[in-house]
């Protein structure tokens, strides 16, 4: 693979943001298991030699989605043992990292993170032919993804290991009540913008919840996203998606100021008008639409696969807790006129990323690489940071199973509970191999993200890499797109104000993004 240059601005490391360490996916979505961990084995050190070794030390940052750190967990415990280290668990923040706190190993969620992090001479650079050689069996799968090394490589150099997601359990469809579909006399579940029109209109005016009250919208939104903004399933079924760079006509343009997107947001603004749209859109966020759906506020929900598209799935098992007598089924998004399909995080996963200082510690890299392998291929190592122990923290699904879905047991259930054990705060995700995932991936959840999933129909051209003006422009630019559209969908002011968006947009430092845009698309994306 080439490696080609990639010149940042000063003003990138403005770009670290609370969001910078949240965003991103979940760590392996399809949790990979080991029938073999037994509770009573403890693991060895490779070698006599090791054994006999001091022990490396190694600052590691937690999970960035673990709520704290936890000291001497019983996962800890065994890194150390097995690899011959002593672990110092941290939490990484933005403002750790400017004390100058800055960990040997830990993970990002975006590539505008790497680059700011990297801006200010936090990270180490990585040889790719080290990769290859320290990560082999991993840089077999990744290679196929080689465009994501594009997205961390920045003045000629590689400077964060990406990640990859192959079966994307994240990915959004429709959540609807069929309770409710059947109670308005609806008998077919929606697959068109139309079918879906005259869905929520009958949610919001037959009274679905047959209480007798005027009570019941069709659905909301989520205005405060960080990244875009809500009903990405709507605005997916006019061919955009706001703030996400596409490709049209060899061009690369932003959604949030394409043509298609007016015509979305007037479909918005009238079922608005007419009482279809929950008026508290602008403060909804994911987790409230849910607890709407469990309060029967509302009928249809944009939701992950993973949580609503399985009988057993998170979302569809706390609506029956709550309503017994409620029934959801799932389905696609809605067909409109620029096809289907919602906002698309594509193959791009998370990053691992290295201390600066570790790059003058040849003993401490040679140790990161050795675990980097191991949590990538082996399986023990892997299943004991993600699931922990089988038979105490885990156990397949089906019973005597030797690959396939797995389970959480009781006491362990809540991620806070396998926390305090360790499991997962040491975990570095989606970076195992694609023949580990395949083996002990959930066939019914694969299944399903065949069936419902839209990708790639609606994903960023250039990988939701960083342009060298992000940090200048970006946050205030989504910020403009998100008081305009929640403006004129409420109907505070008129839907030609768009086009005054548009030029406010362009001024605001849009033209200066979509210049750098299409460099970077002409160097390092176009086929």
């Known amino acids: 693979m080439q490696f080609r240059r990639n010149k940042l601005s000063n003003a990138l490391m403005a770009a670290i943001v609370a969001v910078g360490l949240l965003a991103g996916c979940s760590s392996n979505a399809n949790d ?38 936890v000291e001497n967990s019983q996962v800890q415990k065994w890194l150390e043992e097995k690899f011959n280290v002593k672990i110092k668990p941290v939490k990484v923040t933005d403002a750790s990292i400017a004390s100058g706190d800055i960990p040997d190993i830990f993970m990002l969620g975006d590539p505008a993170n790497v680059a700011a992090y990297q801006n200010q001479g936090v990270l180490m650079s990585i040889d790719p032919n080290m990769l290859k050689e320290k990560m082999p069996e991993y840089y077999t799968d990744i290679e196929k993804n080689s465009k994501l090394f594009q997205t961390v490589t920045f003045n000629n150099e590689l400077w964060a290991i990406p990640m990859f997601i192959d079966l994307k359990p994240y990915d959004l469809a429709m959540l609807w009540r069929k ?24 949610f919001a005016q037959k009274d679905p919840d047959n209480n007798g009250q ?44 394409m043509p298609e997107t007016k015509e979305a947001l007037a479909k918005l603004r009238q079922w608005y008008a007419d009482g279809v749209i929950d008026p508290e859109f602008i403060t909804d966020t994911q987790d409230s639409y849910r607890k709407k759906l469990y309060n029967n506020r509302i009928g249809v929900i944009e939701e992950q696969i993973a949580k609503g598209a399985l009988p057993e799935s998170g979302t569809v098992t706390e609506m029956k807790s709550l309503n017994p007598e409620s029934e959801l089924v799932f389905a696609k998004n809605p067909v409109g006129p620029g096809g289907d399909g919602s906002w698309d995080w594509g193959v791009k996963s ?44 885990w156990d397949f699904v089906e019973s005597g199973a030797i690959s396939g879905a797995t389970k959480f047991l009781s006491s362990f259930e809540k991620q806070e509970q ?9 975990s570095l995700g989606n970076i195992t191999t694609q023949a580990y995932r395949q083996k002990y ?14 990708a790639p129909g ?19 630019l989504t910020s403009l797109m998100q008081k305009y559209f929640a403006q004129i969908i409420s109907g505070e002011i008129a839907l030609e104000e768009f086009d005054k968006f548009v030029t406010e947009w362009k001024a605001r430092g849009g033209d200066e993004l979509t210049k750098e845009a299409n460099e970077m698309y002409q160097a390092q994306f176009k086929k």
Do not use: C
């Not at 060895?44 to 709520?67: C, K, L, M, R, Y």
């Not at 308005?184 to 009958?202: H, M, N, R, S």
């Open 32 to 69: 990979t298991t080991n029938h073999t961990n037994n509770p009573n084995v403890s693991p060895n050190p490779s070698s006599t030699d090791e054994a006999a070794a001091e022990p490396v030390e190694i600052t590691w940052g937690i999970h960035f989605q673990a709520a704290g750190v």
């Open 179 to 202: 309770d409710w579909l059947d109670q308005v006399g609806i008998t077919k579940v929606p697959e068109t913008l139309d079918e879906f029109e005259q869905a929520v209109y009958a």
């Open 214 to 257: 005027k009570d019941t919208y069709g659905l909301t939104g989520t205005a405060t996203s960080t990244w875009s903004s809500g009903f990405y399933s709507i605005f997916g079924a006019f061919g955009v998606e706001p703030t996400m760079w596409h490709e049209k006509n060899g061009e690369i343009v932003n959604g949030s100021v």
């Open 350 to 393: 998370n990053f691992v990323v290295i201390g600066n200082k570790v790059k003058d510690q040849p003993e401490k890299l040679a140790k990161l690489f050795e675990i980097l392998r191991a949590q990538s291929s082996d399986e023990e190592t892997i299943n004991m940071t993600t699931l922990g122990l089988k038979g105490t923290h």
């Open 418 to 426: 396998r926390d305090q054990e360790g499991i997962r705060l040491f």
């Open 441 to 454: 991936s959930n066939p019914k959840l694969n299944e399903a993200i065949g069936t419902y999933s839209s």
């Open 458 to 476: 609606h994903t960023d051209a250039l990988l939701f890499s960083a342009l060298p003006s992000d940090g200048k422009y970006k946050s205030d």
